[in-house]
């Protein structure tokens, strides 16, 4: 899969084509086994929780937002302090690159760094909108920030198959349900779904 939940290339005309071909992209990288690059010793995981949900975002300025959702990956000690520039280095360079706003008040900035063992997922959500640069020109609501290791195709593989759960909720306008969501616990109580499809669907 080349696009899902990340980056679109801004030169694809067209927020609907680009996203039918997204959904299509993810589904079929269900379905194909991809070998690991090299060998690691430890399970993939997804690391998600209701303490990596941000239901009332502060930030509205794009990069702000993305440094303050990191911010929060530190204070509940997923990431290192130490590693904040690194992190936020990585993702703005990739969002200076390419747009990762769907459409759709969607957004799903990534890093790929050295400095985490396992796929980290932070959820924001903003009621007045932030300008990401999307697809349809309209500003972005929900936002599904990951930080995944570096240079480790067993965990892309495993990242774009939580994707395709992601999709299924879209399409149930699950979403929808986020935005009126009160509460972190609120909200993961439509997310836990997600990740227990993905568990279930690599056990």
């Not at 990956?73 to 200076?96: F, S």
Request: glycine share 6%; hydrophobic share 45%.
């Amino acid at each position: 899969m080349r696009r899902l939940p990340g980056a679109v290339e801004k030169s694809q005309p067209g927020a609907k084509r680009v996203l039918s071909d997204m959904v299509a992209d993810a589904l079929a990288v269900a379905k194909t086994n991809v070998k690991a690059a090299e060998p690691i010793s430890y399970p993939v995981a997804i690391l998600f929780s209701a303490e990596h949900i941000i239901p009332n975002l502060k930030a509205n300025e794009h990069f702000a937002v993305i440094r303050e959702m990191v911010a929060h990956l530190i204070h509940i000690g997923r990431i290192r302090p130490q590693d904040e520039d690194v992190v936020m280095d990585a993702i703005t360079k990739r969002e200076k690159s390419m747009s990762t706003g769907w459409g759709f008040g969607f957004a799903s900035p990534r890093a790929r760094v050295g400095c985490v063992k396992d796929i980290l997922l932070a959820v924001g959500v903003s009621a007045s909108g932030v300008e990401f640069d999307a697809l349809d020109n309209e500003p972005v609501n929900f936002i599904a920030m990951f930080i995944v290791p570096a240079n480790s195709q067993l965990h892309e593989a495993e990242l774009q198959r939580f994707g395709v759960e992601l999709v299924k909720i879209h399409r149930k306008n699950g979403f929808k349900q986020l935005f009126h969501s009160n509460s972190a616990e609120e909200m993961w109580s439509i997310l836990k779904p997600v990740c227990n499809a993905w568990v279930t669907s690599t056990s």
